[in-house]
């Protein structure tokens, strides 16, 4: 079999749980592979450190499965750690009809998202390696979890284009049904297989319900980057008066309409389609005011090399939300992108809060993402979501 050698930082990272092996940490290799065969990945020194799928193409050279000589790459290795997988989520943190059954490489399957909705399991596949089994692990799906119908394979996005894949939306096994009704703490919400990512954005769900309790009867909630509703749902369900919802995708509105429909508070609630920036600028020189402001963008950060840009745009859009919070309102704020970490989010947070003349007191304890995405802690790739939930006052 075909060795991949790592260097020092590698090898002490993959000792420690890591699950990949970026091309950066690859001193050499030895032996012929294609992209997708499975490797032996050793330490300079001749030590095994596991076996995985190859990509000499991709930044992340290897994703480790194994981590002892012995075990075979299966349809059961991966069945069982499905299995592992949905038990960890419905016996150990309560979830039941709509959650992330596997979370890649905090699962031990890197490469692999599996999302559930109901009776539809959404699948989504980041490495050629597993892209070779991915009829195997949708039959291991509905072995592992009888009630699931349908696996829609949801293979789309820069993951793909990156790992040299092509990108693939369809019916994989089962049933043909693509969308499907959740229910959220309060709310409920449509999912369809045909919209962004995985069909809906489970990480944020704990962080949405925890909005609920900040929502008073005769508030004003902005909601900016609403997508198909999320925030801006449960602020309406939870008593909000007017809830404004902005997004630039005409079909993300279309569902979240229908979203206010099936929860009956579209009369509560305003949608807005357009960019962000423009939209809150005009929102600023009407002079509107909002109890409460939430930012939600997509990644501004999709490399390492765009950190300082990507944060120009997070302050940017930060500080257009603080102006529009009123005098003891509240400002929620996300960022999704992994190399943003919580500091370098926090710092311009508040940067931002001193250009628009705000003091800001932390509500919650800083949050992340719902517990069914969980943090490998060896693994700083699993942990991507922040979220502050910010008391907004006046400097005088």
Known sequence: MARVIVDAQAARAIGKGAMIVFKKGVVRTEGEFEPGDIVEVYTRGGKFLGRGFVNPNSNIMVRLLIKDKDTPITKELFKERIRKANEYRKKVLGYDKAYRMVYGEADYLPGLIVDRFNEIASLQISSIGMERFKLDLAEAIMEVEPEIETVFEKNTGRSRRKEGLPEIERVLLGKEKYRTVIEEGKAKFIVDMRGQKTGFFLDQRENRIALEKYVKPGMRVLDVFTYTGGFAIHAAVAGAEEVVAVDKSPRAIETAKENARLNSVEDRMRFIVGSAFPVMEE?????????????????????EKDLQRGLRAYFNVNHAGLKLVKEGGILVTCSCSQHVDMQAFKDMVIAAGAKAGKFLKMLEPYRTQAPDHPILMASKDTEYLKCLFLYVEDMR
């Open 283 to 303: 929102m600023l020189r009407r002079g509107e005011k909002f109890d409460i402001v939430i930012l939600d963008p997509p990644a501004f950060v999709q490399h």
